[in-house]
């Protein structure tokens, strides 16, 4: 398709990404609930409630001091103004990397509580339903494919591109198929790398808002994408993700830049605040020349751009995307790019699962305390603001997420706001595969004929955050696998050959092969382990 031209932006420079990598925010529990009675907007705190966090008069005292010294960002002020209409359904939202679906097999996805699956057709057309069987409510996305049609693993209905029902193997012969037998249909499109979808069945696809990032369309710039499931919502994903405070400290010295000394004051300069987001500038207080524009898009598309003159005089441009999808309550979807003009000499020698389980370590880096920041939130259930204790040096993008919240938050199934909050009207339901071994043996999901735990679909499992979602990790298991399995056998026929051999001479040299070939074996054990293991903080460790 022929993409949209690059949307208009009220900021100086028209590009739109980089500089980054993800990560984490500390929350601070310091602030007094509201009294008895009172009600934040959007949800009711009712007798009963009890205090959302208790704290001396002193503390009180010293953050008044501090917001009067200018330390913390006041709790009211610019950005909390309501908005016009926002529908989160009228939106395009990024469902997976189209290099990354499959031909094959059906893929099970989720925008919020609404559950699609995502196919290629016979002719390789993305398309994406309803994940539900309109006959008995079955997961389309448990059946298979059969001639290019969405095949139901229940019954066998067969459904096509459109959703349109095309066999019921039960039907008497000559009788119609009910023009009610279908799918609900979503539109898909295929831009930049990544498959979007547009939620709204009624509303016809809004192309303006389909997201084109203007530097990915540059000649000779190149990036690196990767797919990651994470165990908490999105909004605390996003918030993560802008928050440059925390890298030097969170993932000391996991990419070789960052390093706990180089934690230091940050500055920011909104330049655009919109009902759709809002955008500007922000540096380290050490590095002023090097300003960092970052913009973040309804409904969850985060980018964040560096653009220097390097000492050849040469214009070079380094882009971090974050397209984060909510996937539910507490669960959400990464698409992360990272890109740039120049080409690391890195990514010539070094393999790209490498830096794939380089960033599956980032965010396992972050995992704990993110998903403990999540249960904070829906436990105490008032705004941030009556929680968070942000920072003018380090949380200014954060307050301004949750402000935007605050402004578009009514278009939302649900949202913690700065100001105003809706919590999830009903506690998430959680899937749980059946009882018993045969649940173990046949389970399908996330991999084919999956057996035992490392295939479990547990969010907090690395194969099963990454490595499912990744065809170059998955390949490069397997291989290592297969290399593990030919060394051990080859070794142990070299140590075999050694106790047969006549010689001294051969003896040696047969069991020098084995130790080799063990060795070797022991290597490729050790690069799927690298690819598979969840990182662990060596603190934490028991």
């Given amino acids: ?68 010294d200018g330390v913390l960002l006041p709790k009211e002020g610019e950005g909390s103004e309501a908005a016009g209409r926002y529908d989160w359904r009228e939106e395009w939202y990024p469902l997976y990397l189209s290099k990354e679906v499959p031909d094959d097999a059906a893929l099970p996805l989720t925008v919020f509580d609404r559950q699609l699956v995502l196919y290629r057709d016979a002719d390789g057309v993305l398309r994406c339903h309803e994940d539900r069987c309109p006959h008995r409510l079955a997961k389309l996305s448990e059946g298979q494919l059969v001639d290019g049609k969405l095949e139901c693993l229940y019954h066998g209905w067969q459904f096509d591109g459109q959703g349109k029902c095309v066999k019921i193997p039960q039907l008497p012969e000559g009788a119609k198929i009910p023009r009610n037998a279908c799918a609900r249909n979503y539109e898909v499109r295929d831009s930049q790398g990544v498959v979007w979808v547009w939620m709204s069945p009624a509303t016809p696809p809004d192309a303006k808002k389909l997201p084109w990032f203007e530097p990915y369309a540059r000649p000779g710039f190149t990036d690196l994408s990767t797919v990651h499931e994470l165990p908490y919502d999105h909004s605390i994903l996003l918030e993560n993700l802008m928050d440059p405070a925390h890298v030097p400290i969170s993932h000391d010295r996991t990419d070789w830049t960052a390093k706990r000394e180089d934690a230091q004051p940050l500055a920011f300069e909104v330049a655009e605040r919109t009902a759709r987001g809002f955008a500007g500038h922000w540096w380290r207080e050490r590095a002023p020349h090097l300003r960092n524009l970052l913009r973040f898009e309804a409904p969850c598309v985060l980018t964040n751009t560096l653009e220097f003159v390097d000492k050849d005089g040469k214009e070079q441009c380094f882009s971090a995307q974050f397209l984060c999808r909510p996937a539910g309550q507490g669960k959400s979807m990464l698409l992360v790019r990272f890109g740039s003009t120049a080409r690391s000499p890195l990514l010539r020698v070094l393999p790209k699962w490498y830096f794939h389980q380089n960033a599956c370590k980032v965010f396992e880096q972050d995992m704990g305390f993110l998903s403990s920041q999540n249960e904070v939130l829906l436990r105490e259930k008032v705004p941030t603001k009556e929680l968070y204790l942000n920072l003018r040096s380090s949380d200014t993008w954060v307050a301004e997420y949750r402000r935007w919240m605050d402004r578009a938050g009514h278009g939302m199934p649900y949202y913690f706001g700065h100001s105003t909050i809706s919590p999830p009207p009903v506690p998430a339901v959680v899937e749980q595969a059946p009882a018993g071994a045969a649940a173990g043996i046949s389970a399908s999901f996330p991999a084919k004929g999956g057996f035992g735990t490392q295939h479990a679909p547990n969010p907090t499992n690395r194969y099963f955050r990454h ?48 130790a080799v070939l063990a060795a070797a074996s022991y290597a490729c054990g050790s690069v799927v382990s690298l690819i598979t293991t969840n990182f662990i903080r060596t603190h934490r460790r028991l």
């Fill in 1 to 68: 398709m022929t993409p949209p031209p690059p949307p208009t932006t009220a900021l100086p420079r028209p590009s739109l990404l980089l500089a980054v990598s993800s990560a984490a925010l500390k929350i601070s529990s310091a602030a007094t609930s509201p009294a008895r009675g009172e009600r934040w907007q959007g949800v009711g705190v009712g007798r009963g409630r009890r205090r959302a966090v208790g704290r001396c008069w002193a503390a009180a005292v010293e953050e008044a001091g501090a917001q009067e």
């Fill in 467 to 514: 490595v499912v979602h990744c065809k170059g990790c998955r390949d490069s298991v397997n291989r290592y696998t297969a290399l593990k399995k030919a060394f051990v056998v080859l070794a142990a026929v070299a140590a075999a050959a050694a106790v047969l051999a006549a010689t001294r001479q051969w003896k040696a040299v047969l069991l020098g092969a084995a």
